[in-house]
């Protein structure tokens, strides 16, 4: 089953950039970014996740449902715990994050890179996989 977590989940991990012009991935501000964030996730909502993170125009309708549909197969229930794993403050209002979901011992990541503009915060870079090693490489 791992070879086939990781391989779905490294099929599936996406390089999602949007320009503060695109409202995928724009926030009122960082708790805005972060509720919203850690409902998708925790819910398993991968598919709004996508939406309002970026990379939904880059996949139809059926394969947001079929990432959806992997993702709930592969984690049977709702995550339980999130904590910020890792947080790199960068010049002029750049910082990255990843961040852990989980329940019981079934983890997820999201890694994230986040410009803070003078009235909102934008995504710039949103990924999400089962390998830590991956996000955490980022860095």
């Given at each position: 089953?791992?070879?086939?977590?990781?391989?779905?989940?490294?099929?599936i991990s996406l390089v999602l950039a949007q320009g503060a012009a695109a409202q995928d991935g724009v926030f009122r501000d960082y708790d805005e970014l972060?509720?919203?964030l850690d409902q998708y996730m925790t819910s398993r909502d991968i598919k709004s996740v996508m939406l309002r993170f970026g990379g939904a125009d880059?996949?139809?309708?059926?394969?947001?449902?079929?990432?959806?549909g992997r993702v709930r197969q592969i984690f049977p229930q709702d995550f339980t715990e999130v904590a910020l794993v890792r947080r790199n403050?960068?010049?002029?209002?750049?910082?990255?994050?990843l961040i852990s979901y989980r329940s019981g011992i079934s983890y997820i990541f999201a890694y994230l890179v986040l410009h803070q503009l003078d009235d909102a915060i934008v995504s710039v870079n949103f990924q999400f996989n089962t390998d830590f090693n991956d996000l955490n490489a980022q860095f």
């Open positions: 089953m791992k070879p086939f977590v990781f391989s779905c989940m490294a099929a972060r509720s919203t880059e996949m139809t309708i059926q394969q947001l449902d079929d990432l959806q403050e960068m010049e002029n209002g750049w910082a990255q994050e």
